[in-house]
């Protein structure tokens, strides 16, 4: 059984994790699935509980800057800039691994991702540990992430020691991911926060590096299939043409996703509204109601969301 945890029952939930159990935890970006950082066995049953692979990186979640200290080493000026500005919140940074920091937390990377979320649970579970905590987002290899209980619950009920009830997160999609490590920053997956808001506080430009380079991977997670719903996603970009291709077909099971309800008639289609909060619940909503096919209208706001595109992009597989 997974208990269901209330913010009054932090100590419990720590409790487990002392224990080398895992427990899912709010932020303000989805739900995490976490392991305390200095447990070698609870590092591993995330990749085992998650099915994930063995060379995709878990992000440190942190409540302050000492405990970012002694995890990480040399870092630089660029760190404190960001940090002063964002932390806490949804970035994630990524520096240079301290040497007593197992290596099973990167992957076998000699670098590490750290956040500090700015979600009160999330920190106060950090708090009553009283060391770091690795998480990934909360949901099967390949699935949406969660951005509720039920979703963790969905994927994990039986498998994970508890997870710790928070509403429905508030900003819906992952951490910005930046990399710190290379000579120019590198965005390494858009969020919340943007590269324009990055790059005013650094006073420099970032290099954009979202997707896999010849021979070189620079964030593992980046290659692999995400989001991915049994449906079939259609994107497009003109409602003249969302209409055309659903009148010219037979009528499948629909979900139509857009930004402002679509007013026109079409058959066997139910709108919902598509924005950050909701995409992953709406995508795993598609999977339970079996729906077959998921057409999705990205109009000009859409498009000129990075982090919500990037997501639509991995769901549907156009990249
Ligand atoms: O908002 C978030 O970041 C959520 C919440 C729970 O904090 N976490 C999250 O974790 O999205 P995950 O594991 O689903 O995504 C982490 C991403 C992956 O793409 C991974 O490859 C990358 O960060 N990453 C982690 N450590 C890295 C490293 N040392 N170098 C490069 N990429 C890294
Ligand atoms: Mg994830």
């Known amino acids: 059984m997974t208990e269901i945890l209330t913010r009054e029952e932090l100590s419990k939930a720590a409790g487990f994790l002392r224990e080398n159990e895992l427990v899912a935890f709010p932020t303000e970006t989805v739900y995490g699935l976490g392991a305390r950082l200095s447990s070698e066995s609870a590092l591993l049953k995330i990749f085992k509980t998650k099915g994930r692979p063995a060379d995709n990186p878990l992000i440190v979640h942190v409540a302050s800057i000492e405990q970012i200290e002694k995890i990480a080493r040399e870092l630089p000026p660029a760190f404190y800039k960001l940090a002063k500005t964002f932390f806490p919140g949804p970035l994630t940074?990524?520096?240079?691994?301290?040497?007593?920091?197992?290596?099973?937390?990167?992957?076998?990377?000699?670098?590490?991702?750290?956040?500090?979320?700015?979600?009160?649970?999330?920190?106060?579970?950090?708090?009553?540990?009283?060391?770091?905590?690795?998480?990934?987002?909360?949901?099967?290899?390949?699935?949406?992430?969660?951005?509720?209980?039920?979703?963790?619950?969905?994927?994990?009920?039986?498998?994970?020691?508890?997870?710790?009830?928070?509403?429905?997160?508030?900003?819906?999609?992952?951490?910005?991911?930046?990399?710190?490590?290379?000579?120019?920053?590198?965005?390494?997956?858009?969020?919340?926060?943007?590269?324009?808001?990055?790059?005013?506080?650094?006073?420099?430009?970032?290099?954009?590096?979202?997707?896999?380079?010849?021979?070189?991977?620079?964030?593992?997670?980046?290659?692999?299939?995400?989001?991915?719903?049994?449906?079939?996603?259609?994107?497009?970009?003109?409602?003249?043409?969302?209409?055309?291709?659903?009148e010219g077909q037979p009528a499948k099971k629909r979900m139509l996703l857009a930004r402002q309800k679509i007013d026109a008639k079409i058959e066997n289609g139910s709108f919902f509204p598509l924005n950050a909060q909701t995409l992953y619940a709406n995508l795993r909503l598609s999977d339970r109601d079996r729906y077959e096919e998921i057409l999705l209208f990205c109009d000009p706001e859409t498009l000129s969301d990075a982090a919500l595109m990037n997501r639509i992009s991995h769901a549907s597989a156009i990249h």
């Open 93 to 246: 940074i990524i520096l240079k691994r301290s040497s007593h920091v197992s290596s099973l937390v990167s992957a076998g990377l000699d670098t590490i991702a750290v956040r500090m979320p700015s979600h009160p649970v999330a920190k106060e579970l950090i708090e009553a540990l009283g060391e770091p905590i690795a998480a990934p987002s909360a949901n099967l290899s390949g699935k949406p992430s969660s951005t509720t209980s039920l979703h963790v619950l969905e994927d994990f009920q039986g498998k994970i020691a508890a997870v710790i009830e928070g509403g429905s997160s508030k900003l819906g999609l992952e951490s910005t991911v930046i990399n710190l490590t290379s000579a120019t920053p590198q965005l390494m997956r858009p969020g919340h926060i943007t590269k324009e808001e990055l790059e005013a506080v650094l006073g420099e430009e970032i290099e954009l590096c979202l997707h896999a380079k010849e021979g070189k991977t620079p964030s593992p997670g980046m290659k692999y299939r995400h989001y991915a719903p049994l449906a079939k996603i259609l994107v497009f970009t003109s409602l003249d043409e969302l209409l055309s291709y659903a």
